[in-house]
């Protein structure tokens, strides 16, 4: 069975500080898919950022960066100089490669971003 | 610009009646998801299709929920009939999945029901 963890209910911090949202998961997979979404108060699901198992290369986009650490089954997200924009809630997700391809979601973190 | 189209936006009904949410996915996308969001619960994947084909619906309630895609540019689910504890924001998202790599899932605004 998939599971993803964010152990962080959430988090509170003021503008300008970096922020790292914490995602664990298990799968029995070998082939696997992590995915970072954005919950903004609005409600709707943004699409941040898709990563393929086999690839383990940290990326950045913009203030964004993602740390994926297949060793700890972890896949980290970094917000740098947050703004407060940024306030939403964040959730990482986790999708096989075969048979079911459906995203399981972890629980969300709340982060709040005070100017 | 292409994005997943939910109706109606909320909707607020009473207990024992029928509810009917509609979904139309992204134009050329093979998966549809259908998820219910809750405070108690997060984010539930309640069913999907592949191909218009029903893939997984075991998060469903199979005496009061179902799930259809009559065609590739329409998804509906209802409930029938609607209970308080349905009371819920129910996502629809859309996606390509092949052989290979999964495409990102793209979601709509999202339905809040409100069942008194």
């Known amino acids: 069975a998939q599971k993803v963890t964010q152990a962080q209910t959430e988090i509170s911090v003021v503008e300008k500080e970096d922020v790292t949202l914490d995602c664990v998961y298990e799968t029995r997979d070998t082939t696997y898919y992590l995915f970072w979404y954005k919950q903004p108060p609005s409600g709707e699901l943004v699409f941040l950022i898709r990563?393929?198992?086999?690839?383990?290369q940290n990326e950045i986009s913009g203030r964004y960066s993602w740390n994926f650490q297949k060793s700890t089954s972890s896949f980290n997200f970094t917000i740098t100089a947050s703004q407060v924009v940024d306030s939403a809630v964040y959730f990482c997700?986790?999708?096989?490669?075969?048979?079911?391809?459906?995203?399981?979601f972890g629980s969300g973190t709340r982060l709040q971003v005070q100017p | 610009d292409a994005r997943v189209t939910q109706t109606p936006r909320h909707k607020v009904t009473e207990m024992g009646q029928e509810v009917t949410m509609r979904c139309q996915p992204i134009l050329g996308h093979n998966t549809v998801f259908w998820y219910r969001q809750t405070m108690m619960q997060g984010l539930e994947l309640l069913a999907y299709f592949r191909n218009r084909a029903p893939l997984d619906d075991s998060g469903m309630p199979k005496d009061r929920f179902s799930a259809e895609m009559p065609d590739a540019t329409l998804a509906t689910l209802k409930i029938q009939p609607s209970e308080p504890r349905d009371s819920a924001v129910y996502f629809c998202?859309?996606?390509?999945?092949?052989?290979?790599?999964?495409?990102?899932?793209?979601f709509g605004q999202g339905t809040r029901l409100t069942v008194v």
């Open positions: 997700a986790l999708s096989g490669a075969t048979g079911r391809r459906a995203l399981t």
């Open positions: 998202a859309s996606g390509l999945v092949l052989r290979g790599p999964n495409t990102e899932a793209f």
């Open positions: 990563r393929n198992s086999f690839d383990e």
